[in-house]
């Protein structure tokens, strides 16, 4: 593995754009100079329109990219035959939105500098763009393209919203990140909606005692019943859309960590954060911190995220499609 840059020519930044024109909203590359160095200014970030529930699944597609093989881009690859699924067609992957919109921007690059930006860096990239009104941080480039995706890799590696502590604090290990990191990642819930069936078994069945109180301990009463009432037990909910931080889902911001440390953490990966000594203090401090102290450090855990298992130099490739091999 190697070193990643933030040289002059590689400091490469995304702006975006409410494409006004098109049927659904959805953010386009703005404009790419000849250099091949996307401009943009902190300024023009902050005054973005649109909303902000499109921002929360491209964000995701870092965080999946990077805890199977690293940040290589191999979640964009797509399978080859029935008999080669990639990471994208991993359960959980399939509610992932965005790979249309990073094809759109390896185009346009690939049309004004071929072969030069990666598909990992567009990723990282993207991810530090769109958290809207949040922290901004330098995003060192110079990651290659893999070649590899298997879709049981995913399966297997990617935290779930049921694990639990420990097995998250092992999986965030695994990849050479720490307890810090894991909570303040974790705090990408901030923003955004996640699908009824990601938290049911909290509220229904809980232990498979099977009667109506069967449900999750950690989780607060009155919140409970507010998404019981959104979400019915069995099939009928599963895709309805809830917000992950109520009041203050479509901004980034701490009250993910003021409703954590409430016991109202929408996953069971949440309130787990609760459940170790070391994540459970990193949550309170974030909780009576103003916003900058959890912005200043969420960027710090996204470059540290961004690091992991990168290949560089003559590792890799720089890919012409994010969605296939060269």
Same mark, same amino acid.
């Given at each position: 593995?190697?070193?990643?840059?933030?040289?002059?020519?590689?400091?490469?930044?995304?702006?975006?754009?409410?494409?006004?024109?098109?049927?659904?909203?959805?953010?386009?590359?703005?404009?790419?100079?000849?250099?091949?160095?996307?401009? =943009?200014?902190?300024?023009?970030?902050?005054?973005?329109?649109?909303?902000?529930? =499109?921002?929360?699944?491209?964000?995701?597609?870092?965080?999946?990219?990077?805890?199977?093989?690293? !940040?290589?881009?191999?979640?964009?690859?797509?399978?080859?035959?029935?008999?080669?699924?990639?990471?994208?067609?991993?359960?959980?992957?399939?509610?992932?939105?965005?790979?249309?919109?990073?094809?759109?921007?390896?185009?346009?690059?690939?049309?004004? !500098?071929?072969?030069?930006?990666?598909?990992?860096?567009?990723?990282?990239?993207?991810?530090?763009?769109?958290? *809207?009104?949040?922290?901004?941080?330098?995003?060192?480039?110079?990651? +290659?393209?893999?070649?590899?995706?298997?879709?049981?890799?995913?399966? +297997?590696?990617?935290?779930?919203?049921?694990?639990?502590?420990?097995?998250?604090?092992?999986?965030?290990?695994?990849?050479?990140?720490?307890?810090?990191?894991?909570?303040?990642?974790?705090?990408? =819930?901030?923003?955004?909606?996640? =699908?009824?069936?990601?938290?049911?078994?909290?509220?229904?069945?809980?232990?498979?005692?099977?009667?109506?109180?069967?449900?999750?301990?950690?989780?607060?009463?009155?919140?409970?019943?507010?998404?019981?009432?959104?979400?019915?037990?069995?099939?009928?909910?599963?895709?309805?859309?809830?917000?992950?931080?109520?009041?203050?889902?479509?901004?980034?911001?701490?009250?993910?960590?003021?409703?954590?440390?409430?016991?109202?953490?929408?996953?069971?990966?949440?309130?787990?954060?609760?459940?170790?000594?070391?994540?459970?203090? *990193?949550?309170?401090?974030?909780?009576?911190?103003?916003?900058?102290?959890?912005?200043?450090?969420?960027?710090?855990?996204?470059?540290?995220?961004?690091?992991?298992?990168?290949?560089?130099?003559?590792?890799?490739?720089?890919?012409?499609?994010?969605?296939?091999?060269?």
């Amino acid at each position: 593995m190697g070193r990643l840059s933030l040289l002059p020519s590689l400091a490469l930044s995304l702006l975006f754009v409410l494409d006004q024109q098109s049927p659904a909203p959805s953010w386009i590359l703005l404009q790419i100079m000849p250099s091949c160095r996307i401009y =943009h200014h902190r300024g023009d970030r902050q005054s973005h329109q649109g909303s902000p529930l =499109h921002w929360r699944p491209l964000l995701r597609l870092f965080f999946h990219d990077c805890f199977v093989r690293g !940040c290589d881009a191999s979640l964009l690859l797509n399978s080859t035959s029935a008999s080669n699924p990639t990471e994208k067609d991993a359960p959980p992957n399939q509610f992932l939105r965005g790979f249309a919109l990073v094809d759109r921007i390896k185009a346009r690059l690939e049309r004004a !500098c071929p072969s030069t930006v990666s598909c990992a860096d567009i990723l990282a990239l993207i991810a530090r763009d769109v958290v *809207h009104a949040g922290p901004f941080w330098e995003v060192p480039t110079g990651r +290659r393209d893999g070649s590899v995706s298997i879709d049981t890799e995913a399966l +297997r590696l990617l935290p779930a919203f049921s694990a639990n502590i420990s097995t998250l604090k092992s999986q965030f290990d695994d990849v050479g990140l720490d307890a810090k990191d894991l909570v303040l990642l974790s705090g990408g =819930h901030t923003i955004g909606n996640a =699908h009824c069936f990601t938290f049911t078994g909290r509220l229904y069945n809980f232990s498979g005692r099977g009667d109506n109180s069967d449900t999750d301990p950690s989780l607060e009463r009155n919140y409970l019943a507010k998404l019981r009432a959104k979400c019915a037990q069995g099939t009928s909910d599963a895709l309805k859309l809830v917000e992950m931080d109520p009041g203050s889902f479509t901004t980034f911001d701490n009250s993910y960590f003021k409703l954590v440390a409430k016991r109202r953490g929408l996953f069971q990966s949440d309130a787990a954060l609760l459940d170790d000594a070391d994540t459970r203090s *990193h949550v309170i401090r974030l909780a009576e911190s103003d916003n900058s102290v959890f912005f200043r450090e969420f960027a710090e855990a996204m470059v540290n995220m961004g690091n992991i298992a990168v290949l560089t130099g003559s590792q890799g490739e720089i890919r012409k499609n994010c969605a296939r091999v060269n």
